[in-house]
């Protein structure tokens, strides 16, 4: 399945949200939905979801126009909260009927996700008896237990612990292992360039970035070498004004062309004692930083 | 429509097990159960003191035990006629002639050792001095006609008149006989009083549990997920619909109960007029109720939920709710002055009975205390139910709106521009 925006325009009042937004996700990768605050992340989320309709423009599953009676989306807001005060069976039975399932379905379908996240102890709490963490999982429930075609998780690693990172990071390669079309959106770039191939980033409004993740860092001229040595200060001697301390103490060193890159690296090899020698491609923060720092 | 159903039950579960909900239940089933039983209980206790049927009789302790109540005047001879007549008169008291002067009568009755007087300045004047005026204090009324009598016995008998011709003269009394043809105001007063005011309370009340239970759902931030679930129709609908039906079952359960429980005690009750007409009344007038009481619910309920879906906070719903309630207390009170200066039929009430937000309430008292024209209900229905479905779309579309916006509350021109686009 391919999931496809085409040119979607929101306004609310004066205020045009979304201008031409265009991108494209396929099922059995993860997608990243990257942007500022207020770059229109959530609205475009939303119009996938037919929350409310977009000014113009469609959204397009295998190339027709999505039937939303038809597909099933799990979501997982980035404003998190579901009903403190009830039970989390019972609230969890109610959020999966609402997707269409039977109560015998829903009630086996959730008995499974409580014990793949670990959380079959809390069956009949409420809600508000659990940390912080532990409602987020049971939130996640919410946008899985229907087993969706089309998964959004919006900043779905925020407030985990590093064990519950890990368990959310495999429960979303599983999902992602099943077909399933994943959309991410996050701010944690790491957890991004982790699971996502293709992204797009949102600047005001318009998507400044799209494609595949590993082309677009090979986009990059490969013109810049890493260098990590306990010769660090001769070699940025013999450099000078092309050689740049990192912050994590290794050397970044501009070259005149990327075709120089094979002779430079060689003579470095035999000059000096090195520890690691690469071509520098940019991370994902590198290049958000670039596409999203100045807002357009 | 299946979304609706299971919205439905989930709501309707919410209220059932709402801890507050049965409390609010259970008390007033069981206030009633006090009020009902209250004959038979008080009777169980009465036993042993005052046999019904053998009179307190006129002991001196008896009297002594009655408020007292002076008379004083210039001339001794009338002020004692006047006291014989007052002793007839005035049953509960006793009457005295007063000693010393007014400021003594006055100091008597202040000091509670008398609890009024009278202070004859002539045959045809007198004050009349009580401590604290009751609002339901006859006595000058009771006192006016005896002295009436008083002076025209005597002016009869000035005349040539016996004494006995012109009692006879004087007593003679009319009888007459009613017969409603239409609806006898007397009999309805107490059941329409006591149905409109059931409506009144429960609409109000349930239409804030509606406005509080979508303000609720807003703020803990359920509403992200259940907005991408579900349709904002069926979330509406089956929200309303399911505190209605909590509102109806509530009602039944207090009202079942009275009526079990007063047919349990109706001989207890015997001949008291205003409680055997409340449960003698009419199957129609019940099907009308039930079917005012759903609809003029709907509307209101729809219009709570809309207001709840433009607050952010709970806090801020009070002041959001604050035009409808005015609207449906105005309603409220031109119906229960309506009904009480007899008049059911005025131009207020005409207007009322056809606006749809009034017309649950005004209707159902004219219906209940008046004769109306079928067409005119009619008309009222025809309007209230097609106000219902178009404030019951209109409400399911600002709250698709209302339940994203978050922040200051929006205001009513901002929601509508939304509307026409969403």
């Known amino acids: ?296 | 429509m299946k979304q609706f159903g299971t919205i439905l039950k989930f709501e309707l579960k919410g209220y059932l097990k709402n801890k507050i909900f049965v409390g609010v239940t259970i008390f007033l089933v069981a206030l009633i159960a006090v009020v009902i039983f209250f004959p038979r209980i008080a009777q169980v206790f009465d036993h042993e003191t005052v046999e019904p049927g053998i009179s307190a009789g006129e002991n001196n302790e008896d009297l002594e035990n009655r408020p007292v109540m002076l008379i004083a005047g210039d001339s001794v001879e009338y002020v004692a006629a006047v006291q014989q007549a007052f002793s007839q008169a005035f049953g509960d008291y006793h009457v005295q002639v007063a000693q010393g002067s007014l400021s003594d009568v006055k100091e008597q009755i202040t000091s509670g050792q008398a609890e009024c007087a009278f202070v004859l300045d002539g045959p045809q004047s007198y004050t009349y001095y009580v401590n604290n005026l009751s609002m339901y204090d006859e006595n000058t009324y009771v006192a006016d006609q005896v002295l009436e009598t008083v002076l025209r016995v005597e002016a009869l008998i000035s005349n040539g008149v016996s004494a006995e011709q012109a009692q006879q003269i004087l007593t003679t009394s009319v009888s007459h006989q009613t017969e409603s043809l239409g609806k006898d105001q007397m009999q309805n007063f107490f059941y329409t009083y006591i149905m409109v005011f059931a409506l009144y309370m429960v609409i109000l009340l349930y239409g804030q549990m509606v406005a509080t239970n979508v303000a609720t759902e807003k703020s803990s931030r359920a509403m992200e997920v259940l907005i991408t679930s579900a349709k904002p129709t069926s979330m509406m609908f089956g929200k309303v619909i399911a505190s209605c039906l909590a509102g109806l079952i509530q009602l039944v359960a207090v009202f079942g109960a009275a009526f079990l429980f007063y047919n349990l005690n109706r001989d207890y009750w015997g001949d008291n007029m205003i409680v055997n007409s409340i449960f003698d009344m009419p199957l129609d007038l019940l099907l009308y109720m039930l079917l005012f009481f759903v609809l003029g619910f709907f509307i209101y309920a729809f219009l709570y939920g809309a207001v709840g879906s433009t607050a952010s906070k709970l806090e801020d719903i009070n002041t959001s709710v604050m035009p409808i309630t005015l609207l449906f207390i105005l309603g409220f009170f031109v119906v229960v002055f309506s009904m009480s200066s007899g008049n059911v039929d005025n131009i207020w009430m005409m207007i009322c009975s056809f606006v749809p937000f009034t017309s649950p309430m005004a209707m159902f008292t004219r219906l209940a205390m008046s004769t109306v024209p079928f067409y005119q209900v009619i008309i009222s229905l025809v309007l209230l139910v097609a106000s219902v479905f178009g404030i019951g779309v209109l409400s399911a579309k600002i709250y698709r709106v209302g339940v994203l916006l978050y922040g200051t509350t929006p205001k009513i021109g901002e929601i509508l521009k939304a509307i026409r686009k969403a």
């Open chain 1, 1 to 296: 399945m391919v999931l496809e925006l085409r040119d979607i325009d929101k306004s609310f009042g004066e205020k045009q949200v979304l201008n031409r937004v265009s991108f494209t996700a396929g099922s059995g990768k993860a997608f990243g939905l990257l942007g500022r605050n207020g770059a229109g992340k959530t609205t475009s989320i939303r119009i996938l979801m037919d929350v409310f309709p977009a000014d113009r423009g469609e959204v397009l599953l295998d190339g027709r126009a999505i039937d939303h009676s038809k597909i099933r989306f799990g979501y997982l807001p980035e404003e998190r909260g579901l009903y403190p005060k009830k039970k989390i069976l019972d609230q969890l039975v109610y959020f999966a009927q609402l997707k269409g399932m039977s109560y015998a379905a829903a009630v086996k379908s959730i008995d499974y996700w409580l014990g793949r996240l670990e959380m079959s102890e809390y069956r009949n709490k409420r809600l508000d008896t659990l940390s912080k963490g532990n409602q987020q999982k049971i939130q996640l429930i919410t946008a899985l237990a229907h087993d969706p075609e089309i998964v959004i998780l919006d900043e779905p690693f925020s407030g985990l612990d590093p064990v519950n990172a890990m368990l959310l990071k495999d429960v979303v390669k599983e999902e992602i292992a099943k077909g399933k079309i994943v959309l991410f959106s996050s701010h944690q770039m790491n957890y991004i360039e982790e699971f996502c191939d293709r992204i797009a980033i949102l600047n005001g409004g318009k998507v400044v970035l799209h494609g595949d993740l590993h082309d677009i860092k090979r986009s990059y001229p490969r013109d810049k070498l890493i260098v990590r040595s306990q010769q660090s200060e001769k070699i940025a001697q013999k450099f000078g004004q092309r050689c740049r301390v990192r912050e994590d103490g290794s050397l970044l060193i501009q070259l005149s062309t990327p075709a120089e890159k094979q002779a430079v690296m060689q003579r470095l090899t035999e000059t000096y004692d090195l520890d690691e020698i690469q071509v520098f491609e940019p991370s994902l923060n590198d290049i958000f930083v670039e596409y999203a720092g100045e807002q357009v």
